[in-house]
Structure formats: structure tokens, C-alpha cells
């Protein structure tokens, strides 16, 4: 089924670990984001990537690096977990950048111990 | 940067009623209003979104209405039905690559 999707859906890991959460999508679009999930602030957006190997930050970029090698993919790592970065992540797509719509994956539980 | 204020933070109704929610923006270069629900587990659903050359958009049930002036803009829902419960979410857009800036969430609860 075409769309996009995350993995895992759930992650529990250790402070000071890097992990790496997932996202695919098939329907070709230029643009994806990630964004983080928390009560009290809402979603937030942490990088964004218009195009292959064109990646640039966004409201909460510290901590995090991203990578687009390829158009579908755009992977998030966290290098060092911090207990901070507990919280929901979900991944974007849109067609192209300006008032386009995104969609959004089903997203990623993840805590850190 | 843009600011999004989003009104109530709950909302319960009568199924049949129905249910508006209100948001205002800071930057007058915002130009994309997509409104979004979310249920429990689940990513964020575009619903409906508004340009800021329209005043007002209209699918089956859902509204937008659009103020630039008064900077605001709200969400309509008729004939409320229970599985309309969820967390909606506004947001607003004016930068070059799209980037959304959301509103705090409302909690709709539509009671049978």
C-alpha cells in the first residue's frame, strides 16, 4: 500500500545510545520533514530535506542528525540519547515546499531510559 | 518567528451539534492554513486547508473560514457524529519550504 511509513513504531533504549528511527515514503515527493511530539508544545519540526542530499534544520535540530541519500528514505538519528528526547516523532512528505499539503506517518514511540 | 494560538483546548458536544474551532496566527506572510485530526496511535490526517487567497472552503461536512485582516481562522464541523472525536491540530505556512507551524491541539469529544 503506497504512503508513508515509520519504524519502528515503538523503541525503548538507554541514555548515551544512538538510534535511528526510519521513514519511507512512495509517492516521490520532493519535501520531507520530522517532527517531534510533546505535550504542552505541540508538534514542532526538527529538519527538513527538499531533495536528495539537500538537508537543513529546523526549530529543534539539536541533538539530531538526518541524511537523504535517497529520495524515498529520511532517516533521523539520535548520535546520544538524552532523556529529553523522549517523546513521539513523525515523519512528513510533501509534494513540493510552500503551502502544499503533508502527510503524515503513523509516527514513533520512543523512550529513553 | 510565526505563533499559533489555538481555541478551546476541549470541546465536547452533542452528536448532531456543531463545533468550531479558532485559531490566530502572528505573521502576516502566512499563507497555507491546513487543518489536521488525529486519533489515538495515529499520525496527524490532513482534513481540509485553506489559501490565503480564499476566504472560506466547504467539504461535506467541514469548513475553513479564513480572516487576513484579524489574522484568524476556524474550523467548522456540522452534524457532529461520534467518530468525529479526536485531537485537532491548525497550523500555518509561509515559508518558502513549507514549514508548518501548529496550533496546541483541541480535544473534540462527540457524545451519542
Known amino acids: 500500500d503506497a504512503g508513508i511509513t515509520q519504524s519502528p513504531r515503538y523503541k525503548i533504549t538507554e541514555t548515551g545510545r544512538q538510534v535511528t528511527l526510519m521513514c519511507h515514503q512512495t509517492w516521490s515527493h520532493s519535501y520531507m520533514f520530522w517532527y517531534r511530539q510533546d505535550l504542552g508544545h505541540g508538534l514542532r519540526l526538527i529538519y527538513y530535506s527538499a531533495a536528495a542530499d539537500i538537508t537543513d534544520k529546523g526549530e529543534v535540530p539539536d541533538g539530531y542528525v538526518v541524511s537523504r541519500s535517497k529520495t524515498e528514505n529520511f532517516p533521523l538519528t539520535l548520535e546520544s540519547a538524552t532523556r529529553s528526547q523522549t517523546s513521539v516523532y513523525f515523519c512528513a512528505s510533501s509534494e513540493s515546499g510552500a503551502d502544499q499539503p503533508q502527510h503524515f506517518g503513523d509516527g514513533t514511540r520512543l523512550s529513553i531510559l | 518567528g510565526e505563533n499559533v494560538e489555538q481555541h478551546p483546548s476541549t470541546l465536547s458536544v452533542q452528536e448532531g451539534d456543531s463545533a468550531v474551532i479558532k485559531c490566530t496566527y502572528s505573521d502576516s506572510a502566512s499563507n497555507y492554513f491546513p487543518w489536521y485530526k488525529q486519533e489515538l496511535g495515529k499520525g496527524p490526517q490532513l482534513i481540509i486547508d485553506?489559501?490565503?487567497?480564499?476566504g472560506e472552503k466547504k467539504d461535506q461536512r467541514i469548513a475553513v473560514t479564513l480572516n487576513k485582516t484579524a489574522k484568524h481562522f476556524s474550523l467548522h464541523i456540522t452534524e457532529t457524529q461520534p467518530e468525529d472525536s479526536a485531537v485537532y491540530f491548525c497550523?500555518?505556512?509561509?515559508?518558502?519550504?513549507?514549514?508548518?507551524?501548529f496550533g496546541q491541539g483541541t480535544i473534540l469529544t462527540v457524545h451519542p
Open positions: 485553506i489559501r490565503s487567497n480564499v
Open positions: 497550523a500555518a505556512s509561509g515559508t518558502s519550504y513549507g514549514k508548518l507551524t
